[in-house]
């Protein structure tokens, strides 16, 4: 009985951070704070539910099972998240004024330039990969 209550609380506790993530994701202004939103309160609603499906059902098969989906989703989601912060700040997706550093610009820049040199061999014929 006290674990059927545990359960209920913690997939109740889980439902709302990920619904707190969707409104998050609906509400707010720009890419980064929806970006946020979108991945820290959903990845630990996902947890809270699992550890919940594992206090009800504990056998090694679902504890290993939802182990291996919690660590799929914590790589997963920053690499997700910072690869959509990336595309979204080059594509210029983002309110620059909410940005207390903006610690990417110099890669940016310098990313740019070379591809710009890059064209300009091609343009003229010497592209570094001819041979």
């Known amino acids: 009985m006290a ?73 997963t989601i920053p690499v997700a998240t910072h690869m959509v912060g990336r595309a979204g700040y080059r594509t210029k997706h983002l309110r620059r004024s909410m940005l207390y550093r903006d610690e990417l610009a110099e890669a940016v820049d310098r990313a740019e330039a070379r591809e710009i040199a890059r064209e300009r061999r091609r343009e003229h014929g010497t592209d570094e990969n001819d041979g």
């Not at 509400?27 to 630990?44: E, T």
């Not at 056998?59 to 182990?67: D, G, I, K, P």
Request: charged share 5%.
């Open 3 to 75: 674990l059927d209550i545990i359960s209920a609380v913690l997939v109740l506790l889980g439902g709302i951070l990920c619904l707190a993530a969707g409104l998050g994701v609906l509400r707010f202004a720009d890419l980064l704070s929806r970006m946020h939103a979108s991945a820290k309160p959903q990845v630990l609603g996902l947890i809270l539910v699992a550890i919940a499906i594992a206090i009800q059902f504990p056998s090694w098969a679902t504890v290993t099972t939802l182990a291996i989906i919690i660590s799929f989703q914590l790589v």
